[in-house]
């Protein structure tokens, strides 16, 4: 699977739209893009993911560039329950589930 | 639909003590895993099985077992706890191992502490 490139840490005001990015210069034709979240070490939570167009759920929209070298996700209107760590994961299908890497991801603070 | 689940929630154990962490999916889902997150790290594969009677090694399998005889259950074994294996344990579940379009699902974790 393509290594991913997030930013450490990042701050977002409550209520306001928060625009995370990711770097995933070498991804594969073939290779989905995944978000997933982790808040306060509860199990990670699944987002949005997409192969080449833009996406949109009840959560969040995710962006992927027309090279697919980069993606955003966008939480529309955060709010302070959106406190969290977000990863950015890049995969195909065959045993890339069992290979899966979180990485470091973004940290994401909500302020009042 | 319950989702993954997982118990116990929190466990304390002396070293050398065994014990079975348990976790149970109801999306029938072929694929399933265990990993390990330790203070500040990301994710680390322990093993996961493609399907029932099917298991195979992840990352750092040491010191751990697993079986699957359902679809719905994989539990995870510790054969003699030893304190760096305290840590916080996670089982997710997929529909397919081999389609790059489906998620997997987290359970809530079982944070376990070895002494």
């Known amino acids: 699977d393509a290594k991913t490139t997030q930013p450490p840490s990042m701050d977002c005001a409550e209520g306001r739209a928060a625009n995370l990015p990711c770097n995933h210069s070498?991804?594969?034709?073939?290779?989905?893009v995944y978000w997933y979240r982790q808040i306060h070490s509860q199990g990670p939570q699944y987002i949005i993911h997409g192969l080449k167009n833009n996406e949109t759920n009840e959560m969040a929209s995710l962006i992927i560039t027309e090279d697919r070298k980069s993606s955003t996700l966008i939480l529309p209107h955060a709010t302070l329950r959106d406190t969290a760590v977000y990863y950015c994961?890049?995969?195909?299908?065959?045993?890339?589930?069992?290979?899966?890497?979180f990485g470091a991801g973004t940290q994401v603070v909500v302020t009042p | 639909n319950a989702g993954v689940t997982q118990t116990p929630k929190f466990q304390v154990l002396k070293t050398g003590q065994s014990m079975t962490l348990q976790c149970a999916q109801d999306?029938?889902?072929?694929?399933m895993s265990w990993y390990r997150q330790d203070p500040g790290m990301g994710l680390r594969l322990i093993h996961y099985s493609v399907g029932a009677g099917i298991t195979d090694q992840g990352e750092v399998p040491n010191g751990y077992n697993v079986s699957r005889s359902t679809t719905e259950d994989f539990p995870l074994r510790l054969l003699s706890a030893a304190p760096s294996q305290t840590s916080v344990y996670f089982c997710?579940?997929?529909?397919?191992?081999?389609?790059?379009?489906?998620?997997?699902?987290f359970g809530q974790g079982t944070r376990l502490t070895v002494v």
């Open positions: 994961i890049v995969r195909a299908g065959t045993d890339s589930w069992g290979k899966l890497q």
């Open positions: 997710a579940s997929s529909y397919s191992i081999w389609d790059g379009n489906t998620e997997a699902f």
């Open positions: 070498t991804i594969s034709g073939n290779e989905y």
């Open positions: 999306m029938n889902h072929e694929y």
